[in-house]
């Protein structure tokens, strides 16, 4: 017998063997909870996005049959990015031996265990420190109590007279329940104050439009999304006098509802010798143009940057469709065709869509070529079809239009760069 097999074999008798001493005393205090507190309470908790919490043995168990669902489905934790393709740093995903723990665990009595076992730390999502700015909607938005979903902007001046750097964003929702999702837009023309409150369906969107902003995406948010942060030294520039643009999607709430979202901006307090920046492919980077979806057809597009000058460090990147995005999956073709996988999502889904940080800087050479490709279903086929009978689809803001963007902050390449792993451990 050759010796690798002799090394699958028993590691195959130490699996199974691991198996059965546990399902013997498979209990809740010793293998069900530390799962859950790390997967589900940052947003199964009070005050979090989940719709109840999972703090306790009862909360699980009177739950039982449900959770046995979405765990096995991957339905929860919710996340898009196909790990088989790549992971992240903000990466909530079960193991398979997690999922047969819970559902064996479900499916042989849910017994509880030692109780005395010392209790575990409730996992926050927030960054740990003080803001340097904080930023909140001037007027608490009365979300208005409908069936239907509610898309908004907000103007929030920063007030700030010189350049600084950010290391870290964060979003705090004021509502957890009803706002699903948002995204933050840097302006530096200061012309943009009258899209304060204003529906995305109010004509007037397609004249702040035009507006060349400074930032199109600083920071993406959907519950569940870390702060996003960057090593030491390192920053992203905030134009002195801008304006924050906050769009926000509300859900359905079906009664009155309030809410006053704040966002929390960190600035460098070391000298920031590289610069954050941004490399958007977006329509007009769309290799078989038009961006048009004809009504009762599956589209296809594919985005190519320029070939890259110099080496560059990648730290997070960001897809943005909307309704009728399907699939999208982006990847670099080094000069010498080595391909780098940077993101698949191979069942979008547009309530959950966020950044995507590496696990540490990403080196893409110069001379790379990125890419991008989205595929749309404008076809009845597609649940999230807004139209019945489907309408011919183009480009804009608005989530009735559509859009195709692939959003990524990098620095420029510094050696060993790729041996530098991020931390979500900061202080
Ligand atoms: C990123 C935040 C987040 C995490 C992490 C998370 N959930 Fe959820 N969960 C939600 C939200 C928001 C909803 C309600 C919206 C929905 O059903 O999509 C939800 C809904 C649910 C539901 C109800 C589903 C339904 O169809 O009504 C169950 C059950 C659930 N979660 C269990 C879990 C379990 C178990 C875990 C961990 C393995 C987990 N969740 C992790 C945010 C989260």
Request: hydrophobic share 35%.
């Amino acid at each position: 017998m050759f010796n690798s097999e002799k090394v699958i074999i028993s590691s195959f008798w130490l699996i199974v063997s691991y198996y059965s001493a546990i399902s013997q005393n498979l209990n809740y205090f010793e293998h069900i909870r530390p799962i859950i507190y790390e997967n589900c309470v940052p947003c199964h908790q009070p005050g979090q996005a989940g719709p109840f919490s999972l703090l306790t043995y009862n909360d699980i168990t009177i739950r039982s049959k449900m959770i046995q669902y979405v765990v096995s489905h991957r339905y929860m934790p919710p996340w898009k990015a196909d790990p088989d393709y790549r992971h992240y740093l903000n990466e909530r995903v079960l193991t398979d031996t997690e999922i047969n723990l819970i559902t064996e665990w479900i499916s042989t009595g849910m017994s509880e265990g030692n109780k005395t076992k010392e209790s575990l730390p409730v996992k926050r999502l927030y960054y740990k420190t003080v803001p340097d700015l904080t930023l909140t909607m001037a007027e608490s938005y009365d979300i208005p109590n409908s069936n239907s979903d509610d898309f908004r902007f907000f103007h929030l001046p920063m007030n700030i007279s010189e350049l600084r750097y950010l290391r870290a964003i964060e979003f705090m929702p004021g509502n957890r329940r009803y706002v699903h999702h948002s995204r933050m837009m840097v302006d530096s023309t200061q012309n943009m104050s009258g899209i304060d409150g204003m529906s995305e369906f109010d004509p007037k969107i397609y004249e702040f439009q035009k507006t060349p902003l400074a930032d199109e995406f600083l920071y993406g948010w959907v519950p569940g999304s870390f702060p996003l942060f960057f090593p030491d030294g390192v920053g992203k520039r905030l134009e002195p006098n801008a304006d924050l643009i906050l769009n926000i999607h509300y859900s359905p709430t079906g009664r009155n509802q309030k809410d006053q979202s704040t966002v929390n901006f960190y600035f460098t307090n070391k000298p920031v010798k590289r610069e954050v920046k941004t490399l958007i492919l977006r329509e007009n980077d769309i290799i078989n143009q038009p961006f048009y979806l004809p009504a009762n057809q599956i589209s296809n597009f594919t985005m190519k940057s320029k070939a890259l000058e110099k080496d560059i460090s990648m730290i997070s990147v960001m897809p943005h469709m909307h309704f009728l995005g399907k699939y999208f999956e982006s990847y670099a073709v080094t000069a010498s065709k080595d391909t780098i996988p940077l993101i698949r999502i191979n069942d979008w889904d547009f309530n959950w869509q966020t950044m995507y940080q590496f696990n540490h800087y990403l080196k893409i050479p110069e001379g790379s070529v990125i890419y991008a490709k989205a595929r749309y279903d404008n076809t009845i086929n597609n649940p999230m079809n807004q139209f019945i009978p489907p309408k011919n689809i183009g480009y804009g803001w608005r989530t009735v239009s559509e859009m195709m963007n692939l959003i990524c902050y990098y620095v420029d390449y510094k050696k060993r760069d790729e041996r530098h792993y991020f931390s979500t451990d900061t202080d």
